[in-house]
């Protein structure tokens, strides 16, 4: 906070300065646009990217590059014994009041560290390793519940709802890996806006599905193993090997999906009893043939017409002409073909999607290939879409990010923005667990929050949900 109040102050001065007599013949001011754009890029070492700082730093860099050319042609502003009229400063103060609202109005709270208490954490070959479990003592086998968080975001992202997720009876294992990176952090967000549309962004989504299948079958090799958490207890001594829960967020939970089969197909030593895909698009499950377009009219399938090149003519004109048209063809940006084969899954599934699925246009597009996926679950499936999530509401961007899950918002006018959306996640992913465990669960159930409309699928018993 105190930061940004200094930036404001700073570019504040440099505005009011020519305006100002006695400010104006203090030519030392004429360098403080500078030391606020310093300032905006050493935040970045110390508190992270933030988003919200980005006008603040264009305002800083023009203001800048403004101050250069005036100290280039007369060593700072030049004195002049007529006044300028203060109304030339306003349209800059009225930018500089908007760049600052944006700042300090979608600043992060201050409680985004991660939680101790009754939390155990571990490092294994490069993975960091969070165990939630009871607080006040590991004495009971409870369900297992692994959580992978996004791969747009961190541990905290999954810190409440597992928080929450132990005191309603689980032990919660999270795990991630350093995903950093500007490259990194660009790549998984351009599969997040256009990987249901572009092959490029596509590809980059299947890669991010590819690591976290990489993750699962680490953590569920390193589970097998009953590995020590301390000196005194192995994990299944808090654990039950016989109810384990496999949920994660965005290419985590797709990458469950995908893996399904393999995982029920895998050696012996736990049994999974659900899934929980937390707004996981499923991108390996289109199709982006690079020489056709997708043609698409809402509400019906999709139809794939491939591109074709008329045929060359006889001569060397004319085979050059078609080779250029077929590489030009190459080059330029292709669109996904079309939906292929989706994962038709055995296990009991928990989807949790934005509101964003209960629109027409989300249904053939970003959603398409999960609610295929739903669709054809040949067990329990549960569709849970909450009112006035964004799909990027699930992870920790609207604690640490706030900018951001604002312009992704859900079509509700009551945004899932609160402090009560990690219980809410958390009660319905127990409620879920719990009809699934039936009468040996030892999971609290929860009252079904009111602003999740639950759909279900295949329910194999009474109490599925």
């Known amino acids: 906070m105190i930061p940004k109040i200094l930036i ?21 001011l004429a360098w403080l646009p500078f030391l606020a754009l310093l300032t905006v890029v050493m935040m970045v070492p110390a508190y992270g990217f933030r988003p919200e700082t980005f006008p603040l730093f264009v305002y800083a860099a023009v203001l800048s590059a403004v101050s250069v050319v005036r100290l280039v042609q007369g060593g700072g502003y030049r004195t002049s014994l007529r006044q300028p009229l203060f109304i030339f400063a306003l349209p800059l103060l009225a930018m500089l009041a908007a ?14 560290a991660l939680s101790t208490q ?10 960091d390793i969070r165990i939630y479990t009871e607080r006040t003592g590991w004495t009971s086998r409870r369900p ?3 959580l992978l968080p996004p791969a747009l975001g961190s541990l905290a992202a999954v810190d409440h709802v597992a928080a929450e997720l132990r005191d309603q009876g689980f032990t919660v294992l999270t795990s991630e890996r350093a995903y950093t990176g500007p490259a990194k952090l660009f790549r998984a967000f351009n599969a997040f806006l256009s990987g ?4 490029r962004a596509n590809t980059r989504g299947r890669g991010l599905e590819d690591a976290r299948m990489e993750d699962i079958r680490f953590l569920l090799s390193w589970i097998r193993e009953n590995p020590h958490v301390d000196e005194r207890t192995r994990l299944f001594d808090i654990a039950s090997a016989d109810a384990v829960f496999l949920g994660g967020y965005g290419a985590g939970g797709a990458a469950l999906l995908l893996a399904e089969a393999s995982l029920q197909a895998s050696p012996a030593g736990i049994n999974i009893r659900g899934l929980i895909a937390i707004e996981s698009p499923l991108w390996s499950a289109f199709r982006g043939d690079g020489s056709q377009a997708f043609v698409h009219t809402p509400g019906t399938p999709a139809v794939v017409m491939p591109y074709q090149a008329s045929p060359p003519a006889s001569g060397w004109f004319n085979a050059v002409r078609y080779d250029l048209d077929r590489r030009f063809s190459e080059m330029r940006p292709h ?3 079309g939906l292929g084969q989706v994962p038709q899954i055995s296990t009991p599934v928990l989807f949790m999607v934005s509101d964003r699925s209960r629109s027409a246009a989300y249904q053939s597009g970003r959603y398409r290939a999960l609610l295929e996926t739903f669709r054809s679950a040949r067990s329990l499936a549960v569709l849970a879409s909450a009112d006035g999530a964004g799909p990027l509401d699930y992870s920790d961007f609207p604690v640490r990010y706030p900018l951001i899950s604002a312009l992704f918002p859900g079509h509700s006018d009551a945004p899932l923005r609160n402090r009560e959306a990690p219980a809410e996640t958390a009660a319905v992913i127990t409620n879920f667990a719990d009809g699934i465990l039936g009468e040996a669960s030892t999971l609290r159930r929860q009252p079904s929050p009111a602003r999740f409309r639950i759909e279900s699928r295949n329910p194999f018993t009474e109490n599925a949900f």
């Open 8 to 28: 404001t102050l700073f570019l504040l001065v440099s505005i009011i300065r020519p305006f100002v007599r006695k400010l104006k013949t203090v030519n030392g």
């Open 99 to 112: 760049a600052a609202w944006v700042a300090f109005s979608f600043s992060p709270p201050k409680d985004t």
């Open 118 to 127: 009754g939390v155990y954490t571990l490092r294994e070959r490069g993975h």
């Open 144 to 146: 297992l519940l692994v």
């Open 196 to 199: 249901t549309s572009s092959t």
């Open 335 to 337: 669109r996904i073909a």
